[in-house]
């Protein structure tokens, strides 16, 4: 694992947050020792500022051990409500129907816009009659393919109205991805749109949709309805099909009106597919009740979330991120916060800032693939900006690197903002590991520590705690309210991947360390998953879609630092008979690893290798290619293990041959 990191430098709290909803280490030791010992009456409390059609009967059962059977987890067992409700409606009543719940910013800086609750409350019905017009009921599914416009939050909003399952496929991906998530899931609709552009770059996700239906149907699921946005100046080709079908074309007529279907508790609200070291996505399963509760806590206290204020998460809702802190955190709160549709560099490189002084933002939220890349342009395309308003500054998707850190601390926050570099994963639901903006001084790299509820643990190889200074496996022994209840269909997988390692604990998949003065650091994954700008990809998925290519025998996948995506993807490949190490064969494999998972997924780097260093029972050593990938050849330890261990002396004779 990495090294022990520099401790030294820490930061205090700002002035600004003295009055945080969270301001002192003795309030959040109160806090979380209440959390953790008397779990049902803290997150009940807070459960009980929602509407409930029916209370719940129990607070929390559970079970952690494989060993004493099924692995369950259940929050507010017996309990009936409605996610879009809490969001939308709860507002309305207490008089907020005119304030700003969204700030739409699009890809164009002349493109932009708002809605009220009362108009988001409006769209949502309308949407919610529309998918109950064409068979889309409690627990149905529907796959969402689009950009990042307002309807992609309101076809959220409208499924939970309905009690349907959503799930979100980020834009990213390919025809290949979308027709293998829509399959698993069993989509009852999709919605996508006309398409999409990225800066100057045109997407037609309609094309990739529609060659992702047909793929579907190969494996052997009809997606029944098609649901078109004409978005852009690029009108929609349309299919001569019944079941493609635009939204313009219904929703005008829908009614505004539409009641909710209250739900229970455990009610399945969304799926979201997240790579696995196995190579197939899994379908996380987020359920309604604990989840409604943890975003808005999370999103209340790591913000730092005040009346009035108004919040920027620049993710996308393909990723977790967009779900809990765009679609459901901030309306749960009833604040007002921005959809943005463009990118950081488009069409200058001061597009953030921009936004962040014409919306006067107050919280801002981006992944550190961007910071860094921001970073490089200097200061200047900054400060000409007035980012006077801002409070809280996020950092999520992977750990920043401390030089991001603190260019973001000083120029960006003007040095006198919170920092919250967030840790936690689509499976968590929420941030478990993070700073409280008011609490204790923040240490650059650092995500501090838990989140109220979450006992999260460092264990050593064989599965004991680590007390004090240490290092080894993130694991967490009980559960908080956002966390998943399984992988769709599942349940067998969800118990394997996540509670096999460690009788007993929920175990992340990533490793990190506490310091002398209880600050927690991530060292990055301890299984076969790259993060690559924040993105969690499967080494499995790349390698599949490289072996598709009759020229390649077998190849590995590892990820490598990168300056500005934090993690680069670093292939090495081994050819078939007859083939050589050609700039066209390079450019053939990562055009088809684009096709097959998705232009984020692409290799930097395609290094040829006579054989791949395995153990005996042939498992690949990727410890030993990042080793050899970065020429570090003097720490590669004990490769006596290998089945032959000549592979290695080989692969050091090629990495030193420049391409």
Known sequence: MATRPNKSLTYPVPAAMAKAHCNSVEQYDEMMKESLENPGKFWGGIASEFKWNKKWDTDLSYNFHRSKGKVEIKWFEGGETNVCYNAIDRHIEAGKGDKIAFYWEGNEPTADGSMTYQQLHDRVCQMSNVLK??????GKVVALYMPMILELPIAMLACARVGALHTVIFGGFSSKSLSDRMFDAKADLLITAS???RGKKFIDLLAISKEGVEMTAELGHEVPNVCVVQWTDVKADMPEQDSYWLLEDKIASASTECEVEWVDAEHPLFLLYTSGSTGTPKGVVHTTGGYMVYAYTTFKYVFDYQENDVFWCTADCGWITGHSYITYGPL???STSIVFEGIPTYPDVGRFWEVCEKYKVTQFYTAPTAIRALK????????KYDLSSLRVLGSVGEPINPEAWEWYYRVVGQEKCAIVDTYWQTETGGHVLTPLPGVKPTKPGSCSGPFFGVDMNILDNEGKAVEGPGEGFLAISRPWPGMMRTVFNNHERFEATYFSQFDGFYCTGDGGI????GYMWITGRVDDVMCISGHRIGTAEVEAAMGKHEGIAESAAIQIPHDIKGNS????VVLRPGYEMTKELKKELVQIVRAEVG???APDKIKEAEGLP??????IMRRILRKIATKDFDTLGDTSTLADSSVVDQLIKNANIED
Do not use: H, N
């Open 376 to 383: 490089r342009y200097g200061d200047e395309a900054v400060l």
């Open 133 to 138: 017009s064409c068979g889309v009921t409690k």
């Open 514 to 517: 506490r310091d002398e003065d």
């Open 599 to 601: 232009a984020f997924a």
């Open 614 to 619: 395995k153990t005996r029972s042939g498992k």
């Open 195 to 197: 398409g999409v552009y």
């Open 569 to 572: 993807i670093y292939t090495f």
């Open 332 to 334: 749960f709160a009833g």
